[in-house]
Structures are given as C-alpha cells and as structure tokens.
C-alpha cells in the first residue's frame, strides 16, 4: 500500500494517497470514539452529533450551509460505528480550498440550535421507526444484542425513540467536546492533491480542533455465548422470514484469524459457496444464503444469514444448524481450500483499486487497530493458508452447540415448528417487533 501517514499537530494523524486520474479530492475526517462512548440512557447522541455538524455554524444557517456544499460541488455523509466517527466528504479539485475553508467554520464551531436539534431528534425516531418495517433489520438488532448481552457492542448506534427524545444541546454539546479534539483526529486525503497540499490543508482543518488527548478504548472483550438460544422476532403477517445464527468469531490478532477467514468463505462467502449451493441452488428455499465475520476492535461476530418463506424457515434452520455442525467437525477439504485462497487473492484487486478504497483501508488499520500488514500483507496472509491450518481455526473459534438463533416471523404460525428443529435449546425469548 503507498499511501504516506504523517503527524499533524497535537497528535493527529494523517493519511494520503494520491492519485491524479481524475480531478476529484475525497477528504475522510475520522475520530477515535465512537457510540460505545455514548453515555447510559443517551444512545445515539454521537450520531446526532455528529450530524449536527452541518447544520449551521456562526454567519450559516443549515439551509445556507447546504447551499455552500453544492455550489463547491461538494457532498457529506456522516458514519457512525462502536468504536470511531467519521465525515466522508468529496469535492472537485478546483474547489478543495474553498471547501476546506467550510468544513474548518464547521468543525471549529457548531452552532448546535435547538431548533435543528429539535427537527433531527424527529427524522431520527422516523428512522428508527421505518427500521421496524425491514425484517432484515430487526434481525440484526436483535442478533447483536443476543451475542453482545450486557457487552457496550450490544448498544445502537442510532439510539432508540426513548433515548433520542432525551438528548439535549447540552448532551451533544458534551459529545463534541470529547470527540473533536486533535488527539483524536484521523484525517485522509485521497485523489487529486498532492502530499503538500494535504499537509497544509491538514494543519488547517487540526487548527479548528481543541486540544485534547486521544480516546482511551477501554470496552472490554465480549463474552462468549453458551448453549442455544432462540429469539423469535414477533411480526404479523410475515410469509418471509429472516434467519441469522451464530455466535462470536475472531479477531484479527488471533493467530488463525485469516486461515478461519478462508473457511469462513467456504461456508459462505461466495456464490458458490456450501450455504448457497445448498440453500438456494438445492432446495430454492432462499435467494441468498451467507456467512459472514464482522470486525472491530474486539471480537466481533461469526453470522449465517438466510430469509426463507415462512413455510421453508423451519427445515431451513435445520439444515444450517446440521452444515455448521459437520463444519465444526469435518473442516474444509484441500480442493475447496485451494479455490477460494485463489478465489480470495485475485478479488482482492477490487478492494484496492482506487484511491478512495486504499485510503480506507488504512484509517482501518488506524482506527481499528489492525495488524499493520492486515490489508498490505493480505495475499501472503491467504497463500500461507493450509487446509490443517483452516481446520485447526474451526474448531477453536466456533462451537455447534453454542449459539444465538434469530427469526424474524409470526410467532402463532411459525415458533413451534422451529422450536421443534433446533436440538438442546435452552431458552426461547420472544420480541415484539415493535419493543424498545
């Protein structure tokens, strides 16, 4: 990977990677704190914060503001995840100064109203409630909520309708002030400027900072779940269900995480991966079927995703709980090892073929605390991978008989068919779609 880090003042970091094929310049302004920072009963206030940030400054009302951004040819989005926040911002060439120029007026003082406070608080519970209408959604809420139980990474990002009523200026005036401070500022530049002009923007933008040192993470490793656990999602009306199972997965650090990766992939990582061969292609029972590792700075998930028709959910689980069972078991075969190491190896030239993907690629590494070579050693990493190493990394990171089963259907027609599929279940929670 090329692109350059350099320290900006007061401990921010900065990343460029230049590329001059078009003119266009996309600016990533990350912070190293994120929604498990959030205080207890404000979930969501980083969030609203953070999409604060564009609603006016001193001389700009948010309409003015908006107006600013397109006449430069400009656009803004805002990512929040557990452990960090950033501004994803683009720009034409010819306007990179001038843009730099807002984004410094921005982040130097918000102007936080009440009233544009007071109109985001309704768009967000607007959000939160047309979630309810994706079943895909509830799924993974309440998935990551029975993986992550007691653990800060069980929390939403967006909050809910009782804790974004709640947030205050003050709340998000206190969010700011520990998350935009030059200890805890990751920029990136990528395209159309130069490693000079990104400095010297750079130092411009760490100017409009506070200082303040970098967010200490102290969010504990998760716990692993025991046992089987059913959580039924209640929805009238449901003749499609969605169906994610697992428990947690890896890390990066762990020493098998890329051999574990790769038999991951096996599973379901492709279209020709065992979930898709047998799930779709077999039975027809679902357009998509996969499995799918989620990273972090702490352990994250180990997840299989399907949405059968209700009247197939049943055998569906079944059959998934049976494969998982003879992954543990019996591993990956050298033939099917061998093609997806191939498989993995050549895609990866999609993942760095632009300057935008390989700068992001870095501010993970940054704000993930990933292994320095995760991405620049990635196909070394999946060549070295053996299918005893890949059989080795299954049994040690999964267990058959410890996992989290999640169904987004109608309880009255469909929770005692799937009860009965799953062996040695211990417990059935059910949810209304509609709780909290």
Known sequence: MSTAKLELS?????????????????????FRIGSTSDPTDKDGVTRLMARMIR??????????????IDRLGAEMGVDVSASHLTLH?????????????LLVRLLGSPTFAEDELARLRRETAAEIIEARDSD???????????????????????????????????????AFERTFTRGNFVLGFAGDVTTEEATRLGERLTGALREGAAHVDDVAEPARVTGRRLVFVDKPERTQTQILLGSLGTWPHDPDHVPFSVACAVL?????????????????????????????????????????????????????????????????????????????????????????????????????????????????????????????????????????????????????????????????????????
């Open 10 to 30: 007061g401990g921010a970091a900065l990343f460029v990677e230049a590329s001059h094929a078009v003119p266009l310049v996309s600016i990533a302004l990350s």
């Open 55 to 68: 609603r006016g400054c001193p001389g700009l009302t948010s309409h003015q503001v908006d107006a600013e």
């Open 89 to 101: 911002t683009q720009v034409i060439k010819r306007s990179l100064t001038a843009w730099v120029e």
């Open 136 to 174: 895909r959604a509830l799924a993974q809420r309440a998935f990551r909520r029975a993986v992550f139980v007691g653990h800060p990474y069980a929390r939403s990002a967006v909050g809910t309708a009782r804790t974004v009523e709640s947030i205050t200026v003050a709340d998000v005036r206190a």
């Open 268 to 436: 379901g990582g492709t279209f020709t991966s065992r979930l898709m061969r047998e799930v779709r292609s077999k039975r027809g029972w679902s357009y998509g079927a996969s499995a799918r590792l989620a990273i972090e700075r702490r352990r994250q998930s180990f997840s299989m995703w399907t949405f059968p028709a209700a009247t197939d959910a049943p055998a569906c689980i079944e059959l998934e709980l049976g494969m998982l069972a003879d992954f543990v078991a019996k591993g990956v075969t050298p033939r099917e090892t061998a093609f997806m190491k191939k498989y993995l190896t050549r895609s990866h030239a999609f993942d760095i073929d632009t300057a935008t993907k390989r700068l992001h690629q870095a501010l993970d590494v940054e704000l993930l605390g990933l292994p320095a070579d995760y991405y620049d050693g990635y196909v070394g990493h999946v060549d070295a991978v053996t299918p005893e190493l890949a059989n080795a990394a299954i049994p040690t990171r999964l267990s058959a008989a410890d996992l989290r089963i999640v169904v987004v259907g109608t309880q009255a027609e469909l929770l005692d068919k799937v009860r009965e599929k799953i062996p040695d279940l211990q417990h059935v929670d059910v949810v209304p779609f509609d709780a909290e």
